[in-house]
């Protein structure tokens, strides 16, 4: 994986390779870590995207994914090619993953001793629903251009404009 020029994911021994992700994706999560990184800074939390993988146990299989942005608190969780304890995880929605993000991967990442928000932020509409450990996984959406999601397992927020500066909307 290491030298390989195409990502894949790992799910109980079977390999996924990876597609490319659009211009309005590839914005939305360098907005959002973007945002996050000089507001942790100096901290427990380090923020990391795209080529970083997460890597989970479940149900004795190890999974490993790369979600847009993911954030850690846990130092000592930290590998040199990914992370096993995260804090925060951050999928943008593609026409491809859409599914995949909303099942497999929320049931995965509800797994995660140490996850305690899963948030999907959609890339075609302004729509950010945001997943809590604390609140039983049950989702709040958030669909209006001007509201603030609050990312509580940082003590950190940001407004919808924030995550979707720059990304033009058809």
């Not at 994986?1 to 195409?6: L, P």
Request: aromatic share 8%; proline share 4%.
């Amino acid at each position: 994986e290491e030298a390989s020029q195409v990502r894949h994911e790992f799910i109980d021994g079977e390999i996924h390779a990876m597609s490319g992700a659009s211009e309005a994706h590839n914005t939305i999560a360098l907005n959002i870590a973007g945002a996050l990184r000089p507001r942790l800074r100096g901290g427990p939390c380090r923020v990391y995207m795209a080529d970083f993988k997460v890597r989970l146990e479940v149900a004795r299989r190890d999974i490993f994914y790369y979600p847009d942005v993911v954030v850690s608190c846990h130092p000592s969780g930290i590998e040199r090619q990914y992370l096993r304890l995260p804090t925060l995880i951050v999928e943008v929605l593609s026409p491809a993953t859409e599914s995949i993000d909303r099942r497999e991967k929320k049931m995965s990442y509800e797994q995660a001793a140490t996850l305690e928000e899963y948030v999907i932020v959609a890339q075609e509409r302004r729509e950010v629903t945001v997943y809590r450990r604390a609140e039983g996984w049950r989702g709040e959406t958030h669909p209006a251009a001007n509201a603030t999601v609050e990312f509580r397992s940082l003590k950190q927020s940001l407004t919808l404009t924030e995550i979707y500066e720059d990304v033009k909307f058809a």
